[in-house]
């Protein structure tokens, strides 16, 4: 990854992929009396609103991408969804059972790989799944893992997809400051 100066002088990253981790909002309480299948639990009406803060707070940050890649758990589609109505580029979204509770990171870089035009992709999932994922990205090995909050995202650029050596973190946030940032 380098770096250049806008015209506006403010310093500007020229990696060549963007790799965007967002764990999904707030959702009904596992094992809620009206939901018993858990792929099936939604975002909560507050889980809602914080996302839609969340992804003004991205936005705020210059987050933009052109494909979002989601679990296909109902609470994770919903999460990809705000985000997406909340970018005026309306990126694709598209769904990979790698995303699901369990699925492996491997399959999730074989997805991604299968497009190679998009270089700035989001993937929305579970924990604690994507901070295995994100861990392992940076090269921080098999065993690590970085804890996402609901809500929470970071971003990994790469120099090449797939890659062939870890990513450099560029930033980490937690909800609660991507919220503020709103």
């Not at 987050?63 to 309306?90: M, N, Q, Y």
């Not at 870089?109 to 929305?124: C, D, E, G, S």
């Not at 392992?136 to 970085?146: D, E, K, P, T």
Request: charged share 25%; with cysteine; aromatic share 6%.
């Amino acid at each position: 990854m380098t770096t250049k100066e806008t015209d506006q002088g403010k310093a500007e990253h020229t990696a060549e992929y963007d790799f965007y981790i967002l764990r999904h909002g707030v959702a009904v309480t596992r094992g809620a009396a009206s939901l018993i299948d858990d792929t099936k639990r939604p975002l909560t009406p507050e889980g809602k609103q914080k996302m839609r803060d969340i992804a003004s707070g991205l936005l705020r940050i210059g987050f933009d991408v052109d494909w979002i890649v989601s679990s296909p758990l109902v609470r994770a589609v919903e999460t990809a969804e705000i985000v997406g109505e909340a970018l005026t580029s309306k990126p694709p979204l598209e769904f990979s059972d790698a995303l699901r509770p369990g699925g492996a990171g491997e399959d999730l870089i074989t997805f991604l790989a299968k497009r190679p035009n998009r270089r700035r992709v989001l993937v929305v999932g579970h924990e604690p799944d994507l901070g295995e994922l994100a861990a392992r990205l940076i090269g921080a090995g098999r065993n690590a893992h970085m804890a996402f909050k609901k809500g929470g995202c970071c971003l990994i650029t790469f120099n090449e997809f797939p890659p062939k050596s870890p990513g450099r973190l560029a930033w980490w946030l937690p909800p609660r400051i991507l919220r503020k940032l709103a």
